[in-house]
């Protein structure tokens, strides 16, 4: 969804463009297609911060997938109790390529946008350009994402996503089956350091989305702000599928564990979770 479903907390790869990578899964990503999709979360978190505000989200996501590997989609999202009723949206443009059996890479650029009446509260508009290579060594396959991010808090990302992927034997007279994909996310990233005349220096999360706001300084204690790069969270997923030949259910909870606790600039921590549905259009 745009950042889907999966990827709005993570990496940017959707659930049905990851599943068509899968010479083992039938739903995949053929030539000329579009898919649909509705999803549910409780929260919108990516790279640290969140784009929700910390409110659950509802989207919406139409997705065109052309024969040369490119897939185009859109994303409509509304926070409840929020006005006006489409409270972001985005649009955003992948690519994917496997080289060989145990090597893959992937681009992708993402906009997002919301009303002027909402940046304030949730985000100002802002642009993301991934890079991603896949290294398959059979027990685990892993992924490294490198982000760079176009907005009031511009920066550098890293994510190394090391996971596992499984799945069932074909039920519903082989018509379907589950499959799962738990990993482990670590990220890397622009953090704030903090360091105050009476020598006490503290690091935080820098926010993404928003103006940085800065502390203010008293007639005793003055501070100073500089930016650094280094491990911000790590992140522990179990996402499920129910896979069908046209029709995808998928849910995945997760539990995020912050490398640095600081009340003026709190990280993002504990437990979301995301359920989506995504059906073959054409």
Request: hydrophobic share 35%; glycine share 8%; aromatic share 16%.
């Amino acid at each position: 969804m745009g950042l889907p479903v999966r990827g709005y907390c993570r990496n940017g790869t959707s659930s049905v463009q990851q599943t068509g990578t899968d010479s083992t899964n039938e739903l995949t990503v053929m030539k000329y297609s579009i898919y649909g999709g509705a999803g549910w979360g409780n929260n919108l978190i990516y790279l640290g911060s969140t784009i929700s505000g910390d409110h659950p989200y509802y989207s919406a996501l139409l997705t065109l997938g052309l024969k040369n590997g490119l897939n185009i989609s859109t994303t409509a999202s509304h926070l409840s109790k929020t006005y006006p009723y489409v409270a972001f949206y985005s649009l955003s443009a992948r690519y994917a390529h496997t080289v060989n059996s145990w090597f893959d890479y992937s681009t992708d650029i993402s906009g997002f946008a919301t009303p002027r009446s909402l940046q304030e509260s949730l985000f100002s508009n802002f642009a993301l350009l991934n890079l991603t290579t896949g290294f398959d060594w059979k027990l685990l396959y892993t992924k490294l994402t490198f982000s760079d991010m176009y907005s009031h808090g511009n920066g550098m990302y890293l994510q190394i996503i090391n996971s596992h992927y499984f799945e069932t034997s074909r039920f519903f007279k082989g018509k379907a089956f589950l499959s799962f994909d738990p990993d482990v996310n670590l990220l890397f990233g622009r953090l704030v350091k903090v360091e105050s005349n009476t020598g006490i220096s503290t690091l935080g999360n820098a926010p993404l989305f928003v103006q940085f706001k800065k502390k203010h300084n008293t007639t005793t204690t003055t501070y100073t702000y500089s930016y650094v790069f280094g491990m911000m969270q790590t992140e522990f997923s179990l996402p499920v599928t129910l896979n069908f030949t046209n029709f995808i259910l998928a849910a995945e909870p997760s539990y995020i564990l912050p490398a640095y606790s600081n009340t003026d600039y709190p990280s993002q921590k504990g437990f979301s979770v995301t359920m989506s549905a995504y059906f073959r259009i054409l």
